[in-house]
């Protein structure tokens, strides 16, 4: 889940504390990976599932154009059939 999407489902749940979650992340290893136009081309030009979440879109475009796994418990993203989209409960 990217940072701004916390960002805005944390103004709905005050339990939630992205900015916690960012620097723990960030603490772990994890890197910040910006939000490109160049990471966006399956938004942009060809969107792999169009009715989806845009969130959704742009997180699995990125992922997609640095080849890296995607992580989710989202059975619909997990459906899709995309092999670096990765069930995060197993």
């Known amino acids: 889940m990217s940072i701004l999407e916390?960002?805005?489902?944390?103004?709905?749940?005050?339990?939630?504390?992205?900015?916690?979650?960012?620097?723990?992340?960030?603490?772990?290893?994890f890197e910040e990976l910006p939000l490109e136009v160049s990471g966006?081309?399956?938004?942009?030009?060809?969107?792999?599932?169009?009715?989806h979440d845009p969130f959704d879109q742009a997180l699995i475009s990125q992922a997609?154009?640095?080849r890296l796994d995607f992580l989710t418990a989202d059975q619909k993203l997990l459906s899709l059939g995309l092999d670096f989209v990765i069930d995060a409960t197993r």
């Open 40 to 51: 966006l081309h399956g938004v942009i030009e060809k969107p792999l599932f169009p009715r």
């Open 6 to 29: 916390l960002g805005i489902k944390g103004q709905k749940d005050l339990r939630l504390r992205p900015l916690e979650i960012y620097e723990t992340a960030k603490n772990q290893g």
């Open 64 to 66: 997609q154009a640095h």
